[in-house]
């Protein structure tokens, strides 16, 4: 007899049919042999609050959240941590043991365990590192990258009011950039990355000259469809070494997974096989 609770978690979006997350969390479940489920939650905007204070009512451990709730959650929970604070979005809810709903953000958890485990030599002394884009995204980031200890983060967006107030809320280390100066911001870096979905599925290319790139810098997509963008390709070409965006993605699972089911999963070859021949 299997006396071990079975657990439910899931996402919540609108829409969440093209999620990979399921087959990510579902993955975990069966090798770790425990009793439960990931599924999804397609919730309207206007329904997110309600959909969040029946978490507990139904017995879900909690959530994910994307687009477009992100944002919204955060006046919607109980408590949000201090991260996921400073990044401005709420991407895994935990339903506590009073009922209460606790809100944590894992994309800057996500992307630095990306980058550490393909790239493992790179550290944060580096040297700069070049960021394109302003969005919510681009917030996980720096706030990664400045917990590790990097001390400049040159900020490109194409409209730059977003990133001159990055650049104000976060301080040191963040350097608005003008968008026309976007080329000139690669000299010396040591660390590129693009947060924006240029290069994603039928979107045109991220519009980036490497010209300047040292040849030894890291370059970064967060992109992951298709795993190999025009900025990745062209890096390669040139023979920088590059990290692509699902690592992003299986790793910010791992800490929502640990919340919920008690036990902190690993990103095998199998699952990025798995998650690769769905894209």
Same mark, same amino acid.
């Given at each position: ?20 997350? /399921? ?10 042999? *425990? ?21 507990? #009512? ?9 687009? /477009? ?42 992307? %630095? ?29 720096? #706030?990664? *990258? ?17 990133? +001159? ?7 040191? /280390? ?25 290069? %994603? ?47 992003? *993605? ?13 036990? %902190? ?5 199998? *699952? ?6 769905? +894209?």
């Amino acid at each position: 007899m299997n006396h071990r609770p079975f657990v439910v978690a899931g996402l919540m979006g609108w829409p969440v049919s093209h999620s990979r997350s /399921p087959d990510i969390h579902n993955h975990w479940i069966a090798q770790l042999g *425990l009793r439960g489920s990931y599924v999804l939650l397609p919730v309207a905007p206007e329904n997110l609050g309600q959909a969040l204070r029946a978490l507990p #009512v139904l017995g879900i451990a909690g959530c994910n959240l994307t687009i /477009p709730h992100k944002v919204a959650a955060m006046a919607l929970v109980d408590h949000v941590d201090p991260v996921a604070r400073r990044i401005g979005a709420v991407n895994t809810v935990v339903v506590q043991p009073d009922g209460s709903l606790a809100g944590r953000n894992t994309d800057a958890y996500g992307y %630095m365990e990306s980058l550490m485990s393909e790239a493992p030599d790179w550290t944060p002394a580096a040297g700069p590192v070049a960021v394109m884009g302003a969005g919510g995204a681009a917030r996980a980031i720096i #706030v990664g *990258l400045a917990d590790k200890g990097v001390t400049e983060i040159r900020l490109c967006n194409r409209s730059p009011d977003k990133a +001159l107030a990055l650049a104000r809320e976060f301080g040191a /280390p963040v350097v608005a950039v003008p968008w026309e100066d976007r080329h000139a911001a690669l000299e010396g870096a040591a660390l590129l990355v693009n947060t924006t979905s240029q290069g %994603m599925g039928e979107q045109p290319p991220l519009d980036l000259s490497l010209d300047l790139l040292p040849a030894d810098a890291l370059v970064s997509d967060l992109v992951y469809v298709p795993l190999r963008t025009p900025l990745l390709a062209a890096a390669q070409a040139r023979g920088n070494r590059t990290v692509g965006g699902l690592g992003m *993605l299986l790793h910010q699972a791992r800490p929502a997974f640990e919340a919920w089911f008690g036990v %902190m999963p690993h990103v095998t070859p199998a *699952l990025r096989a798995l998650v690769e021949k769905s +894209l």
